[in-house]
């Protein structure tokens, strides 16, 4: 059974002015303890998937996800044309994978690179093409997308898997606007997550992102294709990375509000069962289930990328100390899985 998603306590978000002599204090306050589980990349025989959207819906309600966005490229409401999955743990978004295309890239080895971008609660009809026009840089592929997102109102923009392709650099990013999600964890075996010796890793790109004032909240994800075996495990199974997101309800509009605020945190395996901004202090809670929890590494990151405390308790917090820009948070398993808490900014 999904678990319920009700957020026992949410206080609005506001801003926190100073007072003279008065330490650092996080920009927003609130505490989340009850998610709702899902994944925003998902992909059918609707396009290049190799399981009808019935059936990835089924496997994903079989594995305990509350939600579901079923992202095709270039193909907008698969989840309306299968309401009957839908019930009160579940549900079936709409979205899509608006690919476009740029006619040259950064990489010698790919001339013409693919710029994939998810519509979440996509509400464009499906007799209105996505346009079909090559842009002559990466950048503008990816603003073209955007854009045509944000066009809609009700979506929102997820950036996916900038290393794929190695398509994304900083300087395609830095100046885009309307995106609220990046994908910092893709599951696909060719996502790149880590980087290599010429490409930071995607979570060097959202820290130097974050630190040059951009606001984009970190999504782990499936990027679902193979639903069936054969593949071998290295290719994108469902349960492999998803967002564990509180909403005030389990509706589309609750899940991609929660999205859009940074109100989730994102997840290999890592499940916490709180997170807690109040005043100049961040703390979260492991949820290990019945064992204590051992073999934790929990991160807290602030401007730069810098590690400002590490730390194996099961119940981490940090208190901000000045010049950090904001804060986000790493969790490590011990089965080497991880969690991603998003980043909150540091009140001025």
């Known amino acids: 059974m999904p678990a319920l998603a009700v957020i026992a306590t949410l206080l609005l978000s506001f801003n926190l002015p100073l007072a003279q002599g008065q330490g650092p204090v996080f920009a927003e306050q609130f505490e989340l303890n009850r998610f709702y589980r899902g994944n ?17 819906i089924k496997r994903y309600k079989q594995l305990g996800y509350a939600f579901l966005v079923l992202t095709d490229h270039n193909r907008a409401g698969t989840a309306a044309h299968f309401p009957q999955y839908n019930d009160a743990g579940f549900i079936a978004i709409s979205g899509e994978e608006v690919t476009e295309a740029a006619r040259s890239s950064h990489e010698p080895g790919h001339p013409k690179v693919s710029v994939h971008v998810n519509a979440i609660c996509e509400t464009r009809p499906d007799d209105q093409p996505v346009p079909s026009v090559w842009s002559d840089t990466v950048e503008g592929a990816l603003k073209s997308a955007i854009d045509f997102i944000d066009s809609h109102p009700g979506a929102i923009a997820q950036i996916n898997h900038p290393n794929y392709q190695w398509a994304l650099t900083y300087d395609d990013l830095k100046d885009i606007k309307g995106a609220a999600l990046l994908e910092i964890a893709n599951q696909h075996q060719i996502a790149h997550n880590a980087g290599d010796a010429r490409h930071p890793s995607v979570e060097k790109l959202w820290d130097r992102l974050l630190s040059e004032g951009k606001q984009l909240y970190g999504v782990a994800s499936d990027d679902m294709h193979a639903l069936n075996a054969g593949h071998g495990e290295k290719w994108a199974h469902p349960g492999h990375g998803w967002v564990q997101v509180a909403a005030t309800r389990l509706t589309p509009d609750g899940i991609r509000d929660g999205l859009a605020a940074g109100r989730f945190y994102a997840s290999t395996g890592v499940k916490l069962s709180d997170v807690k901004v109040a005043g100049a202090t961040m703390s979260l809670v492991i949820d290990s289930g019945k064992k204590p929890p051992r073999g934790f590494v929990t991160e807290f990151i602030g401007r730069d990328g810098k590690v400002l405390s590490r730390q194996t308790s099961g119940r981490p917090s940090y208190t901000l100390k000045g010049g950090e820009g904001y804060v986000r948070a790493r969790v490590r398993g011990p089965d080497g899985k991880f969690a991603w808490v998003q980043p909150v900014r540091v009140g001025s």
Do not use: A, E, L
């Not at 925003?40 to 990835?56: A, F, I, L, N, R």
């Open 40 to 56: 925003t990349h998902t992909h059918t025989t609707w396009s290049d998937g190799d399981g009808s959207p019935k059936d990835v």
